[in-house]
């Protein structure tokens, strides 16, 4: 590409740009006005630049931090970021374990019906959790978990897509290494903790960002099986602001900047594995 | 698959007990009651009924006759049907149209990238609460920006004609970079030298993509089609959230209806109903997608552009 560059060219990389930049503004002002609302000193001020544009209509004019204060002191936020990160943490853990010697099963064994529990498996991963909000409510409530963290736990540990996710990671490892290992005598959890975990980095943060998103985002589910107070997760918490406070904008401005916060400050500097890992899922079959 | 292909005596040693079985216990134990029951105990639930004195008994096809006899259903149907032909194509187009462009190896193009990467961490929850706030018809920034460009102030979601499509941007404007990222994977994922020998053939962009670049990319392509149509299909929260269905039921989705039918109504085998048809139209819909994104062993061009482009 030495060839002399056209003005045809010159209006298609402007063209290219400008659309780029349109996209990347469109996908941002939510967040950043959010974010730079959160930070005003009163609910007033919000609405006081609304109807006549100005700089201050996306910049506070004093910068303050009396949202997060009303948010964790008078509304008490703490509560369901603790609960939510016990969740997530938890259910990344078990996940880990149980989704991982599945994967180990499924890369390493040839057994019967392997392949008719590993079609179950895919089809548990392709159906949305919506569609079975509502039975699994029943189901669980028959072991008489519902409001407790257990019920908002245990029936997301094991996932198809974690699953498939190992068992891409661990077939690339060598058989050789494991037969010799095994013949050593080393029984197969040990195989397993001692010799694929520790070869297995990048496909266990793929799948803990994974799992962690995916109880962090948790909304239907925790709505209905934890409907007390002291189990609420975060989204719950949010979505009970917008009904609540319809005044209090800056409650809910300063709540979903922390709830957005910390998924991205975990997803942006571990951003290859994830795409890694949402990817391949994608990609392979 | 790369790595070193197994000997054929190791998975015949590996084979010969049942320790498999015990790795995948607790995980299939897992999903069999949580994920595959639920949904055999809600197709089952659908034909069930709670007749006199709380006895359940066996309904036959009554829940589904008074489904599709139902008013407030029918429309639902319609709603989710109309929800899902507009946002799903434009999902995957936008999604499409992205990732082509960020797939070029030009100046800013990471930055980009990582910037767009930012809504995929948003949930629909916080997403739908901040549209909320921006599209709010007083106070929201959205009519003040309009008013600005002399536009008058717009309802939004307080209007019938009005509230659907917004919901439908913000699934857009929330769902749009999560399937790109699929996508911008599977274009990096096509040898380029295919496309060098296009280039020399002078093909327009159009013919590029259409008989080279989607083809290649039909593995991708097929996931978040798939995928993107059950997530809408089963939309639930803006409805939740934003409107209660309204207003006048124009964002009813069928999944709200069913949430609607077992957590306020307490009437479970309606649920169940509503649920076990929002099945059968997903299998439908999937069933067609497959159909008609099924493999027709490539066309004449893309196996000339392979032979050319990998013959080198």
New interface residues.
Partial sequence: MITKRGTKEKILDLL??A??IF??C???F??L??LSNSFRSENAE??KH????SLH??IPEKFSLNSYRSLFVDNQFYRPLLNSWIVAVLTVFFGFV??G??G???A????KG?NV?FG??LF?F???F???A???????GAFGILETRTALI??M??N?MI?FLYRQFF??????L??SA?IDGAG?LRVFFQLLVPLSKPVIISASLMIF?QQ??A??WPL?AATNKSLKVV?VA??E??GEFTVQ?GT?FAA?TI??AI??GI??PL?KFY?QG??S???K? | MGGIKPGSGSRRFLSRNYKPYLLLLPSFGLIAVFKVYPILYSVAGSFLMRGARGVIKFAGLKNFQMIFTDPTILNSIWVTIKFNLITVPLQIVLALMLALMLNRRVRFVQTMRTLLYIPVAINMIIASTIWNMMLNPSSGPANAILGALGIPPQPFLTSSRQALWVIIVICCWKGVSYWMLFLLAGLQNINSSIYEAGRIDGTTFFTELFSLTIPMLKNSLVFVIVSDTMINLFMFIPAYLLTGGGPEGSTDTLMYEAYRAAFKFSNYNRSYAIVTVLMLMTFIVIGLQFFMLRDTKGSGLKRRFLKRGLGK
Avoid: C
């Fill in positions: 290219y740009y659309t780029l996209f990347v469109f996908a941002l939510p967040i006005w959010s919000i609405f609304i109807s006549k544009l209509t996306f149980i989704n010697l599945a180990f099963a499924f390493k064994f040839k057994f392997n529990l179950i498996y548990s392709m159906i949305p919506e569609m079975i509502i039975p699994l409510y029943k189901t669980v245990l029936p540990i094991a198809g699953v077939q690339d490892i060598p058989d050789a494991i037969e095994y197969l998103i962090w985002d909304f239907l209905v989204q949010i979505s602001f917008t904008w809910i979903t709830a957005i998924p991205i997803l942006i951003q795409i949402i990817s899922t994608g990609l079959e």
